[in-house]
Nanobody, 124 residues
Framework: QVQLVESGGGSVQAGGSLKLSCVASGDKYSYNTMAWFRQAPGKEREGVAVIFRGAVTYYADSVKGRFTISQDNAEKWVYLQMNSLKPEDTAMYYC??????????????????WGRGTQVTVSS
């Protein structure tokens, strides 16, 4: 079992920055991939960024060039640096962990472990 706790959400004006953090505890051998997803009211959950073994990264087209996912060396923490934020980035952001999903893209894969989320609100 793996427990995930997110932090760092908040309210910011368009063009601003936020950095989300997520810490994992429990069985570190249960995952080699960590990810950030988001869900806005009335919309489906969307994969934002994924990092595999602390090195290989994947990003949604909507955040490429603005967001950066990273991990610490122990692969216990995962971060999401969000720059040039837009109102459409407003959502609940969730941290996820697990084995690298099979399929076309890990951004659309499923993960067994999820945090409870942290709210990001971007005002225009």
């Amino acid at each position: 079992q793996v427990q995930l706790v997110e932090s760092g959400g908040g309210s910011v004006q368009a063009g601003g920055s936020l950095k989300l953090s997520c810490v994992a505890s429990g069985d570190k051998y249960s995952y080699n991939t960590m990810a950030w997803f988001r869900q806005a009211p009335g919309k489906e959950r969307e994969g934002v960024a994924v990092i595999f073994r602390g090195a290989v990264t994947y990003y949604a087209d909507s955040v490429k060039g603005r967001f950066t996912i990273s991990q610490d060396n122990a692969e216990k923490w995962v971060y999401l640096q969000m720059n040039s934020l837009k109102p459409e980035d407003t959502a609940m952001y969730y941290c996820a962990a697990g084995p690298l999903p099979f399929g076309d893209s890990p951004l659309t894969g499923d993960f067994p472990y999820w945090g409870r989320g942290t709210q990001v609100t971007v005002s225009s």
